[in-house]
Each structure stands twice: as C-alpha cells, then as structure tokens.
Nanobody, 124 residues
Framework: QLVESGGGSVQPGGSLTLSCVVSGLTLDYYNIGWFRQAPGKEREGVLCIEITHDSPWCADSVRGRFTVSRDNAKSTVYLQMNSLKPEDTAIYYC???????????????????WGQGTQVTVSS
C-alpha cells in the first residue's frame, strides 16, 4: 500500500513536500516514481524516480525544481517541489516498481503499485 500526503494549495513560486508512505512492501527493494495528472488530461510520464541504491532521476520538465529522496527506515519517499507554477496543478501519485530491466521506467503502466493521489493546487 502506498499513501501520499502533503498536497494542498500554494501560491506561484511556493514550495510543497509530498510524502509517500509505503507499507506491505520492502521499500529498499523498489524504485518509487512520482506522477501527476492534471484536470482533463492523461497521467503524465514519470516526473522523478527515487532509485534504490542509486542516484535519483527527474525529467527535464521538472529537474532543478523538483527533487526526490527516501528514508527507508521510515518507509517513506519524498517529493520536494520548489518554484511551483500554476501548470503544476494536478493530482500527484507515487508508484512502486520492482527494478527489473531498467531503473528508468517512464510509463505509468510499468509501475505495479499505486497510491490514491494527493491534490496540489498552485494559484494566486
């Protein structure tokens, strides 16, 4: 089970930190991807991947503004989002993937376990 939290409303330029608490899985064995789905749009490809035993990765579209980290002891993965823009408004999801074949899985259908999402709204 994955449970996201930390969403909310923030002004442009603000910051939020999302949390993804993982249970029922050994987090140390899994990569965790962060995705988002804006209103009326399909779920985007992965934003950032927290890669077990390797450096995290973020897509060009958010690199430099978003960072991802994990605390295996707390079974939690974090998405730190800075310099937020109105176009970042979406439901944000975390998802777990057993790291077979590649650590850089981009598509939502490559991830096995999903959280329910947390809403992020960026508006003045």
């Amino acid at each position: 089970q994955l449970v996201e939290s930390g969403g909310g409303s923030v002004q442009p330029g603000g910051s939020l930190t999302l949390s993804c608490v993982v249970s029922g899985l050994t987090l140390d064995y899994y990569n965790i991807g962060w995705f988002r789905q804006a209103p009326g749009k399909e779920r985007e490809g992965v934003l950032c991947i927290e890669i077990t035993h390797d450096s995290p990765w973020c897509a060009d579209s958010v690199r430099g503004r978003f960072t991802v980290s994990r605390d295996n002891a707390k079974s939690t993965v974090y998405l730190q989002m800075n310099s937020l823009k109105p176009e970042d408004t979406a439901i944000y999801y975390c998802a777990a993937r057993w790291p077979h074949q590649t650590d850089y899985a981009q598509r939502p259908d490559e991830y096995e376990y999903w959280g329910q999402g947390t809403q992020v709204t960026v508006s003045s």
